[in-house]
């Protein structure tokens, strides 16, 4: 499985990016595919996750409602679509998939199989 991440650049507080990841390999329909961002100094922290087969979403309570997650089954590829940027979304953003999802996990990093390169994502005030 390999997976491609892109889309980040720099935008204004306020504005709108989308990122994307392009997931190549193994068995999509069993995936789960999340985006996870890291901060400079602080840990990886979980962001939004779909589930490729029926498509149920998940996000962290700091993107809710300001983010989505969606995935595009012809193209192999998830989108994060972020508005309302803020500062402190600045981040490397990365992508990952889980290949045998287990319920109650799939917000925790560890349980991830296959990651992105990761792609900067930075929102100036």
């Known amino acids: 499985v390999q997976l491609q991440a892109f889309g980040g650049g720099l935008v204004q507080a306020g504005g709108s990016l989308r990122l994307s990841c392009v997931v190549s390999?193994?068995?999509?329909?069993?995936?789960?595919v999340a985006w996870f961002r890291q901060a400079p100094g602080k840990e990886r922290e979980f962001v939004a996750a779909?589930?490729?087969?029926?498509?149920?979403?998940y996000y962290a309570d700091s993107v809710k409602g300001r983010f989505t997650i969606s995935r595009d089954n012809a193209k192999n590829t998830v989108y994060l679509q972020m508005n309302s940027l803020k500062p402190e979304d600045t981040a490397v953003y990365y992508c990952?998939?889980?290949?045998?999802?287990?319920?109650?996990?799939?917000?925790?990093?560890?349980?991830?199989?296959?990651w992105g390169q990761g792609t900067q994502v930075t929102v100036s005030s």
């Open positions: 990952a998939v889980d290949l045998r999802p287990i319920v109650g996990t799939i917000r925790q990093s560890s349980t991830y199989d296959y």
């Open positions: 390999g193994g068995t999509r329909s069993t995936y789960t």
């Open positions: 779909i589930k490729w087969s029926g498509g149920s979403t």
